[in-house]
């Protein structure tokens, strides 16, 4: 007998404080825009929000750091050092070797998006709706249609294409970031 696994693609959370850190969260965005628009019009932070000793920001990412090594063990299909110690080698790593390395606050006004790419070299990247609406363009992944709902992070593999199409309403916003592999 033979079993076909199939592995994640994407898994998401919901942060339980969302309601509380978002007036502050698209206050950020805003006053940190580069005045550099995203390929599709989406207007962007500089990729350094990690660094800023923003509170709101700060006690998010913490949440994050503190999901990863769960996320990297299931993408792995439970293959960490942490979970089966001694096997190391093929498929084992250690899953709290990770890091967010870049970090950044877009915000969409009506018709932006953002144009297909993905985040290579990087293992894992998050998109985090700071502020969405039934109304707002989903997270397109792989050709997958992922709505974006308020408060819900989406953890993927870096190397995975997307994109968002034209955004139908004002005000779509989303804090995004590259999770690097530090051994």
């Not at 249609?145 to 593999?157: K, N, Q, S």
Request: charged residues 20%; hydrophobic residues 35%; contains cysteine.
């Amino acid at each position: 007998l033979s079993r076909l696994v199939m592995f994640a693609r994407y898994q998401t959370f919901d942060y339980p404080y969302a309601s509380k850190i978002k007036p502050s969260l698209v206050n950020v965005i805003s006053e940190y825009y580069n005045g550099n628009p995203v390929r599709g019009g989406g207007k962007r932070t500089n990729q350094d929000l990690h660094k800023k000793g923003i509170k709101e920001v700060d006690k998010l990412l913490l949440w994050i750091k503190n999901l990863m090594p769960d996320a990297a063990s299931e993408f792995a299909g439970g293959m960490s050092r942490n979970l089966y110690p001694g096997i190391g080698g093929v498929g084992g790593f250690d899953c709290h070797s990770l890091k967010i390395d870049t970090c950044w606050g877009i915000r969409y006004g009506k018709g932006d998006s953002v144009m297909k790419h993905n985040h290579f070299p990087y293992p894992l990247a998050f998109c985090y709706y700071v502020n969405a609406s039934e109304e707002s363009s989903p997270f397109i992944l792989e050709g997958e249609r992922i709505m974006t709902v308020e408060g819900r992070l989406v953890i993927f593999l870096g190397h995975q294409f997307h994109w968002v199409s034209p955004s139908n309403n004002d005000g779509r916003c989303a804090i995004i970031g590259n999770i690097q592999y530090v051994s």
